[in-house]
């Protein structure tokens, strides 16, 4: 089968598309023919291996094997393990692959029964394999953590990435004042999702113009700790999915000290809310955003464009 591997870090010319052995489901596993796959941020830091700590799994100076990465994929099921009793042969799913092996930048892959929700037929493809990742890092950041509720100031660091643009139409459900914060030319896509209010971090810094809110969602936890008690208002709530290590490490080890704010990062479920985001996709309330799409063979480019960061939604790959 054809699949995009790599056997260096670097940029994204390290990717290649190769001919590599099919693999074959286990018995509690299911063969997936891939439709698509969306890339996410944690494709491009194990392709780069960057931040450098991610290379104490992968491998310290090059990745341990031959890797084909990717978690969000789509697709239909084309053979099934003989204690897999979920799914038949041609049910058309999707999934997040990161806590069960990998593997979705390739024609097919293996995958634990589990992990998969049957995709519903008002949904194409492409947008199945925007929604697993990012929306559950949504739900959980949101709902689980935040514990999100009407009435609240909510402001959204990374508002238009591939969570952020989930985490916005999630956060409007609660009739909350919502402000979303990305780069310049996201702000008009971001108000469209149900945003009240825009700010261009690279014009405003959202920790130090006065306002103050209950919670704080972030996608980016690119500021100090310090930084983020300024922002929130008295018994305000500060929730990160990821971002830049050093900011995580300080948020855990300072965070605890703070007597009035709760500081906390999500420990990620893949795919526990998948069914709920399911139901608001067909009740109308939830939209994967897709800005542009790739042939397997461009993956190089795909992940080029999406390393500039100025895309506004998902950038997939078509197989």
């Not at 239909?76 to 058309?92: F, H, T």
């Not at 992990?115 to 194409?124: D, E, F, Q, V």
Request: charged fraction near 25%; include cysteine.
């Amino acid at each position: 089968m054809k699949a995009i591997v790599y056997r260096n870090y670097g940029p994204p010319e390290a990717l290649r598309l190769e001919d590599v052995e099919a693999p074959v489901p286990g018995d509690d596993e299911v063969l997936v023919k891939v439709c698509a796959v969306s890339i996410n941020a944690w494709d491009w830091d194990a392709l780069t291996g960057r931040p450098f700590e991610y290379r104490i799994f992968n491998g310290l100076f090059k990745p341990k094997d031959i890797k084909i990465h990717g978690c969000d994929i789509a697709g239909r099921i084309e053979a099934v393990g003989r204690n897999a009793r979920q799914y038949k042969v041609g049910d058309a799913v999707f999934g997040d692959l990161s806590e069960s092996g990998w593997g979705a930048f390739a024609e097919y892959t293996c995958v634990d029964e589990k992990r998969l929700t049957l995709k519903p037929s008002g949904m194409t493809f492409d947008e199945a394999a925007c929604l697993p990742h990012g929306g559950n890092l949504a739900v959980q950041g949101l709902i689980d953590v935040g514990k999100i509720k009407s009435g609240q100031a909510v402001l959204i660091n990374g508002g238009g990435g591939s969570t952020g643009i989930l985490a916005i139409q999630i956060a409007k459900l609660f009739d909350v004042e919502l402000t979303a914060v990305d780069r310049t030319e996201k702000l008009d896509m971001m108000r469209a999702l149900g945003a009240d209010h825009v700010m261009d971090y690279t014009k405003v810094d959202f920790t130090r113009n006065g306002r103050r809110y209950d919670l704080i969602f972030d996608v980016k936890t690119n500021r100090s700790v310090f930084d983020y008690h300024r922002a929130l208002s008295p018994k305000g709530v500060y929730v990160t999915v990821g971002g830049k290590t050093l900011r995580i490490l300080q948020l855990v080890l300072l965070g605890k000290f703070a007597r009035r704010h709760k500081m906390h990062m999500v420990g990620y479920k893949a795919n526990k809310d998948t069914d709920y985001l399911v139901e608001l996709f067909k009740a109308g309330r939830l939209k994967p955003v897709i800005d542009r799409c790739f042939p397997l063979e461009e993956t190089a480019e795909a992940f080029r464009y999406f390393g500039e960061g100025a895309c506004k939604g998902k950038v997939v790959i078509q197989l």
